[in-house]
């Protein structure tokens, strides 16, 4: 089949150092990762809180949410755009489509980065491979890598205890099938740059060690 699309890359008249230096620090992407119930969202959503209070220029992506719209399933599509376009495009949690909806929000993240945005995702993203993959986008030529990962840990018997979706619930009556931790592995990462435990620290400390960690890194605290 000829390719027909001649898709090629248009630089900005506006670069990413323009904008870094306008803001006044750098574009990277802070990628919590935990299984459901770890406390990524409230740890992104604590961390998001206190750059809005210096100024910083940030923004979460949270797991739920983008299923809601960029990464919607079939069942939300289908009254919308129909059947054949629900099966095509909507997201389920397969492996292939837990794959597919990382590979859709690494892409969203790094033209968040681009922007000078300190972009906050929090997504279960179980497998190591997926996380890799997003880190290997976001590692630019010359001034090292934009993606900093953050480990959520918390016991299973704990994030069941929290399940505030009744999830793990249904997973163990059967009723979900594929859930990370029960019936699907979920791989932690080997080296993350920060490891949090929310079992132990309250999310407000943790997200100033999160902060510190962007401090003591150059992307805030110090001219783009």
């Not at 739920?64 to 960029?70: A, K, T």
């Not at 000078?116 to 630019?140: C, N, W």
């Not at 069941?160 to 859930?179: H, N, T, V």
């Amino acid at each position: 089949m000829t390719d027909e699309t001649h898709v090629t890359w248009h630089e900005h008249s506006v670069s990413r150092e323009d904008r870094e230096r306008l803001n006044g620090h750098r574009g990277c992407v802070v990628w919590f990762t935990g299984l459901s119930g770890s406390g990524k969202s409230t740890v992104a959503n604590e961390v998001d809180h206190l750059l809005h209070e210096m100024a910083i220029h940030s923004f979460v992506l949270d797991g739920d949410n983008i299923r809601h719209g960029l990464n919607a399933g079939p069942k939300m599509l289908v009254d919308a755009y129909g059947d054949d376009f629900a099966r095509r495009f909507g997201l389920g949690f397969s492996q292939q489509d837990r794959e597919e909806n990382i590979r859709r929000i690494g892409a969203v993240s790094q033209l968040l980065c681009a922007a000078g945005i300190v972009t906050l995702t929090a997504f279960v993203s179980p497998y190591r491979k997926d996380r890799a993959a997003v880190r290997a986008m976001l590692t630019r030529d010359g001034r090292g890598e934009d993606f900093v990962e953050v480990y959520v840990k918390a016991p299973l018997e704990l994030c069941e205890s929290r399940d505030p979706k009744g999830l793990y619930k249904q997973a163990r009556e059967g009723k979900i099938s594929k859930f990370t931790g029960i019936d699907d592995p979920y791989e932690p990462p080997v080296e993350p740059e920060l490891t949090l435990d929310t079992s132990e620290t309250s999310p407000r400390k943790l997200a100033e060690r999160v902060v510190a960690f962007l401090r003591d890194s150059g992307v805030i605290g110090k001219p783009a």
